[in-house]
């Protein structure tokens, strides 16, 4: 059964410390960038950012030293984590690669595979994208049609994988492929490879989204060889594997902080107005917010644990997606109702970039849908 835990997680002193350095960091690193582009937070890449916050020793961090790893507690993870979705600093390039890929290697992946990449990822050097979804298979991941054919010293992949965050910037996919069409279960015969995305055979193409840019794509593979030693794991046992992996994808605190710089400027900008209507909304929010917090802090502390709180991470999900969705649609009421902002204030064009941005938010990792349907077989009701 899924259980939180529900007494307050607790701030180590030094994690405050850790906190304060890296909020002068930030403040140094971003005061060139706009309200807007802050409200991107992880969706935006900048590999420069990522190798200064790598020299800062802030991406990996919890890892083992031989592989360029500090070894700090995960707390302190969450914390630079925290810092950075607030301050909306531009992670996307490596975000993917310290929170899934880098930890799967370390879990399941070959010495080869750990000395090749782990180094790099915390150098802010190496970035990693996700390859699960394909053109028939998104909700139903078990339905992938990529391929992998065992050849002498390695694999064969054909196929294609579609909604690929990070795809211009990525150097590696770990991709979902199919193994084996001859097991029982279609979610059997499922294995994880690191496929190099400059190897002879890859295409990949950028996909604009509906405000015009570029932020996933598609990735075409043609008889793209693959070595042995980026198989992740053993053969066949992807599906486990990915399930594993999904859950670090659905615990962070970016499944609840992506609207987090419109309640930054809502403050800014009613600031000493003593407005009855912003004050009960940002009431309201911070209401909200702490609780979300608290969720996914316990979420982290299991993960943490090496514990399996898939569940617990679907039900932060939902709730987190379904608050950083609901924001911008609540700051909208309570400016129409209070008449107060101008037309191309960073509060309004923060506000209306997220009206725009927010509806990938329930799609992104997951769909609300489906992780509803996890949650009610947890209950028991399917
Ligand atoms: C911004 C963004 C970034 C993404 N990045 C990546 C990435 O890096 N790597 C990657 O592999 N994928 C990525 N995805 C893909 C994402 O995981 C899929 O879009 C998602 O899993 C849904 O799959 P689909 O788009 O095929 O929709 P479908 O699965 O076709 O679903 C369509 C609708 O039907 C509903 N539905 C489907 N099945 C059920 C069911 N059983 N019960 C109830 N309702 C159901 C869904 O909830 C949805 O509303 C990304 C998507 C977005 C929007």
Redesign the pocket.
């Given at each position: 059964m899924y259980q939180f835990k529900l007494s307050p997680v607790l701030m180590p002193a030094h994690a405050e410390d850790l906190r304060a350095e890296v909020r002068a960091f930030l403040d140094r690193e971003m005061t060139e960038v706009t309200p807007v582009a802050r409200a991107k937070t992880w969706?935006a890449c900048d590999p420069e950012f990522s190798r200064r916050l790598g020299a800062q020793g802030w991406i990996g961090m919890t890892w083992p030293r031989e592989y360029g790893g500090q070894e700090r507690p995960a707390i302190d993870r969450y914390v630079v984590m925290e810092e950075l979705l607030a301050a909306g600093a531009p992670v996307g390039a490596h975000w993917?690669a310290d929170r899934q890929s880098g930890p799967l290697i370390q879990n399941y992946g070959s010495e080869a595979a750990k000395t090749a990449f782990l180094r790099g990822i915390t150098k802010g050097e190496i970035f990693f994208?996700?390859?699960?979804?394909e053109p028939n298979?998104?909700?139903?991941?078990a339905a992938i049609e990529t391929s992998a054919e065992r050849v002498d010293g390695g694999w064969v992949v054909n196929g294609a994988?579609?909604?690929?965050?990070?795809v211009s910037d990525a150097h590696q996919m770990i991709a979902l492929v199919r193994t084996d069409r001859s097991r029982e279960t279609r979610h059997d015969g499922m294995s994880q490879l690191i496929i190099d995305l400059e190897a002879p055979g890859v295409t990949r193409r950028t996909i604009e989204?509906h405000q015009s840019e570029r932020?996933?794509g598609e990735v075409h593979f043609d008889n793209v060889f693959v070595p042995d030693d980026m198989l992740i794991g053993e053969a066949g046992h992807g599906w486990k594997q990915v399930i594993e992996e999904l859950a670090l994808e659905r615990s962070g605190p970016e499944r609840y902080l992506s609207s987090y710089r419109l309640y930054e400027e809502l403050v800014q900008a009613h600031k000493g107005r003593a407005d009855m209507v912003i004050e009960s909304l940002v009431g309201e929010l911070t209401a909200k917010l702490w609780n979300l917090r608290q969720m996914s802090l316990s979420v982290y502390e299991s993960v943490g644990a090496k514990e399996k709180p898939d569940i617990e991470a679907a039900i932060v999900k939902d709730l987190g997606t379904t608050f950083e969705q609901a924001l911008p649609l609540m700051v909208q009421a309570g400016i129409e109702q209070n008449d107060g902002q101008p037309a191309g204030s960073d509060l309004v064009d923060v506000m209306e970039y997220l009206l725009l941005f927010s509806p990938?938010f329930s799609?992104?990792?997951?769909?609300?849908?489906?992780l509803?349907?996890i949650i009610a077989r947890e209950i028991g009701l399917r």
């Open positions: 969706a993917i994208c996700i390859g699960m979804s298979a998104g909700s139903d991941l994988k579609l909604w690929t965050t990070n989204d932020h996933f990938i799609l992104r990792g997951g769909t609300r849908e489906v509803r349907g």
